[in-house]
């Protein structure tokens, strides 16, 4: 599907097969001079043919045409070393391009899940489960880097750069202050709620997260266009849902933790989701994935905080409320 959003702006609706996101929103900006698509699709046929069909709709030519980024995860990335040309600049921040360029972190993240409670039997079954394992990034891109308050111009937009880390370590979004528009990626969504997760020590994604919605909320927006699902009217009623969102998960999470000492798998069990299965025992493991890393990452701000206390021993990471 293709909308027209404003003048010289559309969004393509990119579909995310066998996935819950169900696609992703795929924007352009065309100009006379350098078009410019934010966030692209999965490295899959039909987000190809997809994405190629609304350009040609739209009359993008690809070889006057730049690509910006938000983040690394696949659904956003994966597609545009085959979008791109010699002629095209793609547009990244740093600190996800760091982890592009680095050792693969997939056997890593795997030893970091197993540790946390996730069955040896199923972890290889999250792993080639894993949208990002499967469609991900074959070639890296030459990538043009921007950073926090960088300024880019796409034809009658001036943005601004915003870099909101906590759904990835370098997620930035674009900000039009004149417009008051805002290209969230999927640091503000609606209907759902950005997956935070962890899966390695020494950080702390979700007060990242909260630091950042925080960051947004003090810009005038208007108009928040986001990486899935609708637009967003009243940005700063989202921020606050999404903050009162994570203050009850803390609040569950502590609430499992008061019947005893538990690793994140099992916490990660004992929470509620919005998933229609009777029992964790039948969710599927992808699903059980995503929870336990959610779980990781709301575990790491308690501990922050000074709420939960964390012991290992015998390379088995687990949870508890008494130090």
């Excluded at 996935?19 to 410019?36: G, H, K, M, T």
């Excluded at 997809?50 to 993008?60: D, K, M, S």
């Excluded at 640091?187 to 935070?196: A, E, G, S």
Aim: proline letters at 5%; one cysteine or more.
């Amino acid at each position: 599907m293709i909308e027209r959003v404003q003048d010289h702006l559309w969004r393509i609706e990119v579909p995310l097969p066998d996935n819950p996101l169900r696609s992703i929103n795929s924007y352009v900006i065309e100009s006379d001079s350098r078009n410019l698509i934010i966030d692209t699709g999965l490295d899959r046929e039909e987000c190809l043919d997809a994405i190629l069909a609304g350009l040609a709709e739209v009359g993008v030519d690809l070889e006057r045409t730049d690509f910006f980024v938000t983040h690394m995860h696949a659904d956003h990335s994966a597609l545009v070393p085959k979008l791109a040309r010699e002629s095209s600049k793609i547009f990244f921040n740093r600190p996800d391009a760091e982890v592009f360029e680095g050792v693969s972190p997939w056997e890593t993240i795997l030893e970091y899940a197993g540790r946390n409670g996730f069955p040896e039997d199923e972890l290889r079954a999250a792993l080639e489960n894993h949208p990002g394992y499967k469609h991900g990034v074959v070639k890296i891109p030459d990538f043009t880097f921007l950073d926090d308050g960088d300024l880019l111009e796409a034809g009658d937009y001036s943005f601004r750069c915003v870099q909101t880390p906590g759904h990835t370590k370098g997620h930035t979004c674009l900000y039009e202050p004149d417009k008051k528009i805002l290209f969230s990626g999927d640091h503000i969504l609606i209907d759902i709620t950005p997956n935070i997760q962890c899966w390695r020590d020494g950080m702390n994604p979700l007060g990242e997260y909260l630091a950042s919605l925080d960051k947004v909320r003090a810009l005038d927006i208007d108009l928040v266009l986001p990486g899935h699902r609708r637009f967003i009217q009243n940005c700063t009623e989202r921020i606050d849902q999404l903050k009162q969102h994570h203050d009850r998960r803390a609040d569950e999470i502590l609430s499992v933790l008061s019947e005893g000492t538990k690793n994140a798998y099992e916490i990660a069990g004992s929470m509620s989701w919005d998933l229609d299965y009777a029992s964790w025992d039948l969710f599927p493991v992808a699903q059980k994935w995503f929870a336990t890393g959610e779980a990781i990452a709301h575990l790491r701000w308690l501990e922050e905080r000074g709420e939960v206390f964390t012991e290992t021993e015998a390379n088995t990471v687990t949870f508890s409320r008494e130090c």
